[in-house]
């Protein structure tokens, strides 16, 4: 329990631990990985370079998010962690749009013509009718698969 209060005490007025400091200790995590990886490598030319470099941004990644942590300057922390966020808000969307058709390969999406909404539809070759859950309309789908491209045309 003593050890706590300390610990509470010791952190009175810091910044802490936030999204770009977990951000910081996973990028310092990859950087350890990657390291361990060149390790074995070391007889071909070239590697103890990049194990050096990659050594050298792991231990600048952990000191930067321990600093952070540590930090009393607190405007400062929460400007860098909002700048992280608005960065990390435009890049995630593009990243899940990409690797969403890449999941959902037995479905297409269409949306309704009435109410705009986005359908899951089954990826079926051929003219379907289809009815949106949301308004009631019914529209047709026409579905054409070019199996050999992965070439989907849906109209």
């Known amino acids: 329990m003593r050890y706590m209060e300390r610990l509470r005490r010791f952190m009175y007025g810091r910044y802490g631990f936030d999204q770009f400091g977990r951000f910081l200790f996973g990028l310092g995590i990859f950087f350890w990985a990657v390291c361990l990886l060149l390790r074995f490598g070391f007889r071909i030319e070239g590697v103890y370079i990049a194990y050096r470099i990659c050594s050298v941004l792991n231990t600048v990644a952990y000191v930067y998010a321990v600093f952070r942590i540590l930090s009393r300057n607190t405007y400062k922390r929460s400007l860098e962690n909002e ?3 608005r960065i990390r808000n435009k890049v995630v969307p593009f990243l899940e749009k990409k690797t969403e058709s890449i ?3 037995e479905y297409i999406f269409k949306k309704c013509p009435k109410c705009g ?12 009718t ?11 789908v026409r579905v054409w698969i070019d199996y050999d491209g992965g070439y989907t045309d849906i109209r």
């Open 83 to 85: 700048k992280y966020l």
């Open 130 to 140: 289809t009815k949106c859950p949301k308004c009631g309309a019914k529209f047709n």
């Open 117 to 128: 909404v986005k359908l899951r539809l089954k990826r079926i070759r051929g003219k379907h």
């Open 103 to 105: 999941r959902n390969k």
